[in-house]
């Protein structure tokens, strides 16, 4: 059972261009998180999806930025014409149920590491 | 609003010392998290805390619920343990300790 897949790593976008951020859960997964990690700083929760719906996107700036959770394939955020701002660590987490509830841990992806230039 | 507070940001300490980092929250809560991120790399999730203590090797995490408030101690530290320490709470991590273990 392979662990939370995040891709690519490292992506290097132009400013205006378009970046999409993959996440494939833990086999029998079916609630992702994403978190972003601005340099020198904490996580800061975005979005929590549960198969093919938004659960929580409190976190997610409401322009450019959108996430999806399809009922086959990876969860993607997706983030359009970047700015400099966007340059961050992206992580997702995933979980089999509610993460805290009844004793269920959440996984993190290694993260994707995105550069606007 | 949730808010999660670690303290200290920062902590160095010589191989061998007994490591304390502190989490105090806002919200009542049915679990609380300890995380672990070495330097460029991923997060490890080291506990999942509902009350009382658990114990991994060398890493012991407390919780008091009525205070809100845990910790995460480490007995006989050492270099390899250096790596920022992460309180989450209900989608909502603290800013993290950066511990550093000198040899």
């Known amino acids: 059972n392979a662990g939370v897949m995040q891709n690519p790593r490292h992506l290097v976008r132009r400013r205006g261009q378009e970046a999409r951020l993959r996440c494939s859960p833990m086999?029998?997964?079916?609630?992702v998180y994403w978190y972003r990690q601005l340099p020198e700083e904490g996580l800061k929760f975005m979005v929590y999806?549960?198969?093919?719906?938004?659960?929580?996107e409190s976190g997610m700036p409401k322009e450019r930025f959108s996430a999806e959770f399809p009922k086959e394939g990876p969860s993607i955020l997706r983030i359009q014409q970047v700015v400099r701002g966007d340059s961050a660590a992206y992580f997702c987490?995933?979980?089999?149920?509610?993460?805290?509830?009844?004793?269920?841990?959440?996984?993190f992806g290694q993260g994707t590491r995105l550069t606007v230039v | 609003k949730n808010e999660v507070e670690q303290s200290p940001q920062n902590l160095t300490a010589q191989e061998g010392e007994f490591i304390t980092i502190n989490c105090s929250y806002s919200?009542?809560?049915?679990?609380l998290h300890w995380l672990q991120q070495h330097p460029g790399g991923g997060i490890v999730s080291l506990f999942m805390l509902s009350s009382g203590k658990k114990k991994h090797g060398r890493l012991i995490a407390t919780i008091n619920i009525q205070e809100k408030h845990s910790s995460l101690h480490i007995t006989a530290s050492h270099p390899r343990d250096s790596a920022v320490y992460i309180c989450?709470?209900?989608?909502?991590f603290g800013k993290g300790t950066l511990l550093t273990v000198n040899p």
């Open positions: 086999k029998g997964h079916s609630h």
């Open positions: 987490a995933s979980s089999p149920r509610v993460w805290g509830q009844r004793n269920t841990e959440a996984f």
């Open positions: 919200v009542g809560i049915s679990a």
């Open positions: 999806l549960q198969k093919e719906n938004i659960i929580d």
């Open positions: 989450a709470v209900k989608l909502t």
